[in-house]
Every structure is written in structure tokens, then in C-alpha cells.
């Protein structure tokens, strides 16, 4: 190996600290890097399987994991044979972690769009979610700071960014006055006439401020694709769940943005077979998905993680719990293909990634010309659709 590989598991958060990860150990050789996720099960059985397919590939490397799990599934990681250290989610894009020079410079992301990290951590108690252990409390970067990061970024011609984090709506609670996330939106929009396309990762719709709304039903650069941290479509599930909102938030939330930006996208991230989920319960998670228009579904089945509430209810027998994930992704696949039907012979503005597709403003995916540059902007007028692509 020449140079050091970073491989990225899980969120968009983890995709942002592994370039940053990448950057700092430019210099190195025969090192590989996971940066692991633990959000669920499968999600610590894929970082398991990703540690030994790193491991057969390069045999001779040394192998370091970091990330949620490296803290979470701290004794089980460790125990691996493939594996010869651990880095501390905590401290992964620290140098002195790496024992590399901290002044080690940053180099531009190896991606059309451009994910930047604007908190981290969680405050709140979600009765199923592990990550607060992996990420602790949140913490925001200063508008200052995010607007140094955007500018690094285009400068580097990136023509998306794209603004993550673990819980992205509490940004700027820990900062003074509070600032709402709808101020460093508007921010970044008014700093740099020249960004194209502003896209939000997944949002705490509850905690949507109002001028984030705004800029969502109003700013053209705001992609019209908004994704929720839903969870569930049954108020007593949203309750025992710790949620903070309930069904008919999302359903008023939706209704307003739509009334003024029809073309906006919804997605959601929806939860099967939490504990004591009755087949009621399931039907209104199902009905949701009619209800909000969800096109793009993160379908997770529930899995119980170590030292959260949820792992002590009443559990959901395992076959009805992937039964029923199987129903939720059935929804969201026929939701789906209804949607892009809409989109046919109608012209899009697409931004071409590295794999011959792109993505529309609202998140469509379509199949683009092998001649077409990663990276650049194109008018496409996609004439059929299929297996979840327009074409």
C-alpha cells in the first residue's frame, strides 16, 4: 500500500470525518482505517465483516478502527485478530490520535459533493439509540467555522454541500444566544453567491426554526429534498420512543412546505418491530408513508442495543419485525416508483457523480452518458424509469 485507506461505514457524518481522517494521514502507508458505525446490529455486523475483507486484502497493514463501534463495541472490536488498535470516536480527528504532525494539510474531498460536519454528539434520549455513548453531548461548529469550511470546499470546485451531523437541528444550541440553524443557512447562502446547490442531511422536523422553513419553501440553492428523522407513524410508539414530536407534526410540517414548493422530495428514516409494536401500531408506520409522500425511506428493522431503554421492553418476535421491515420497504418502493414516474420527460438539472449516475435537486437518481464529467451540472430530460433510476 502507497498511501493510507480509510473505509467508511454508516451516516454522512462518518463520510465527512473519514475525508478529514484521509487528509491528515496523507503521508502514511500500509495503514488501513475503518470508521466503523454501531446504530444498529447490522451495523456492527457489517463493520465486523468490513475488518476482515480490509484484513484478507492487505495482510501486511496495520488495521485501526475508529468510529461509534470503536467505542460501544469497544472489548469485541478489540478482541478481533484482524484488528491492531482502537482510536476513540472521540478523538479520531485529533493528529496527536494518528501520531501524525497536526499541521498535516487538508486536501480536497475525492467526492462531487461535499459533506461537511457542522455538530456533533446528541442531547437528546431516544429510548433505542446507542450514539450518544459513541458521540457524547452535541456540540456545534461557530458560523465562522462553517463558512471557512464551505469556502475551502468550493474552492475546490465542489459544486454541493452538503450540511450534516448527528442531530443536524440542534445546532447552535451550545452556542451563544442560541442561534437557530436557519441563521447558518442563511449564512452560508448570502456568504457565497457562487454555491449552486445547499442540501441538508436528515432533520429533527420538530426543531425546524422558521427561517429554515423559509429558506426551504423559498431559497432555489436549498435542494428541495427534505429528509426526517421520523421513526414511526404511531403516537404511542413516538412516545416510547422519547420522541418529541408526533404523527400529526410531520403531517402539518409536510402539508406547509408542500403548499408552497410542490416539487420538494420527502424522506424519513422509519423504525419496524419496535417493542411492543402491535399490528395497529405497524398500519399507522405503514399509512405514513402514503400520507407524507415518502420517497426516499431508510427502512430500519429494530434491534436492541446494549444499555438502552428500549433493549428492556417487551420485544417484537424477530420474523415479525423483518416481516414487517419487508412491508415498510414494499411501501416506499412503490411510493418511490410512483414519484420518479412523475419526473419523466421533464427536464432536471443533475449533478453527475463518479458511477455514470447523478442526482436531481430532489434527490432522483439518473443514469447519465459515460462521457459525462463527475462533477458537472447537466440538463436531463429522462424519457423512462426503472429499478430506481430514471433513465
Known amino acids: 500500500m502507497s498511501e493510507a485507506q480509510v473505509i467508511s461505514l454508516g451516516c454522512r457524518l462518518n463520510i465527512s470525518e473519514s475525508e478529514q481522517i484521509r487528509a491528515m494521514l496523507a503521508k502514511e502507508s500500509d495503514l488501513v482505517v475503518v470508521n466503523s458505525c454501531a446504530v444498529t446490529s447490522e451495523a456492527v455486523r457489517q463493520t465486523r465483516q468490513a475488518i476482515r475483507r480490509a484484513r484478507r486484502a492487505n495482510p501486511d497493514a496495520r488495521l485501526l478502527v475508529t468510529g461509534c463501534a470503536a467505542d460501544i463495541e469497544r472489548e469485541q ?16 480527528l485529533d493528529a496527536r490520535a494518528w501520531n501524525v504532525p497536526a499541521e498535516a494539510p487538508p486536501v480536497p474531498q475525492d467526492r462531487t459533493r461535499a459533506f461537511i460536519a457542522i455538530q456533533n454528539g446528541c442531547d437528546h434520549a431516544c429510548t433505542f439509540c446507542v450514539i450518544p455513548q459513541g458521540r457524547g453531548a452535541s456540540r456545534s461548529l461557530t458560523i465562522a467555522q462553517v463558512l471557512s469550511e464551505v469556502e475551502r ?26 442561534p437557530p440553524l436557519g441563521e447558518l443557512v442563511r449564512a452560508v447562502i448570502d456568504s457565497f453567491p457562487q454555491l449552486k446547490r445547499l442540501r441538508m442531511s436528515s432533520l429533527d422536523g420538530i426543531e425546524i ?11 432555489e440553492r436549498v435542494m428541495p429534498h427534505l429528509h ?48 411492543t409494536e402491535s399490528e395497529e401500531h405497524h398500519a399507522a408506520n405503514l399509512s405514513i408513508i402514503a400520507e407524507l409522500g415518502i420517497v426516499h425511506g431508510h427502512i ?14 417487551p420485544q417484537v418476535e424477530r420474523q415479525t419485525v423483518k416481516r414487517r421491515a419487508a412491508e415498510l420497504r414494499a411501501a416506499t418502493s412503490q411510493a418511490r416508483d410512483e414519484w420518479l414516474a412523475s419526473l419523466v420527460d421533464k427536464p432536471h438539472t443533475v ?41
Open 77 to 92: 472490536l478489540a478482541a478481533m485478530p484482524e484488528v491492531d488498535g482502537l482510536v476513540a470516536n472521540t478523538q479520531k
Open 153 to 178: 470546499h468550493l474552492d475546490h470546485g465542489a459544486p454541493e454541500i452538503v450540511l450534516t451531523g448527528v442531530d443536524v437541528t440542534s445546532w447552535g444550541h451550545d452556542l451563544p444566544g442560541a
Open 209 to 219: 426554526d422558521p427561517l429554515l422553513f423559509e429558506l426551504f419553501a423559498s431559497e
Open 228 to 275: 426526517l428523522s421520523l421513526q414511526h407513524g404511531h403516537d404511542l410508539i413516538l412516545k416510547r420512543m422519547k420522541r418529541r414530536h408526533l404523527r400529526g407534526d410531520a403531517v402539518e410540517l409536510v402539508r406547509r412546505l408542500k403548499e408552497q414548493r410542490p416539487e420538494i422530495a420527502i424522506g424519513a428514516d422509519l423504525i419496524a418491530g419496535f417493542p
Open 300 to 313: 430500519f428493522p429494530y434491534s436492541p442495543r446494549p444499555g438502552t431503554p428500549a433493549a428492556r421492553m
Open 351 to 391: 449533478l453527475a457523480e463518479r458511477d455514470g449516475t447523478g442526482y436531481t435537486p430532489h434527490f432522483a437518481r439518473v443514469a447519465l452518458p459515460d462521457s459525462t464529467p463527475a462533477g458537472s451540472l447537466v440538463t436531463m430530460t429522462p424519457t423512462k424509469h426503472g429499478n430506481g433510476l430514471l433513465e
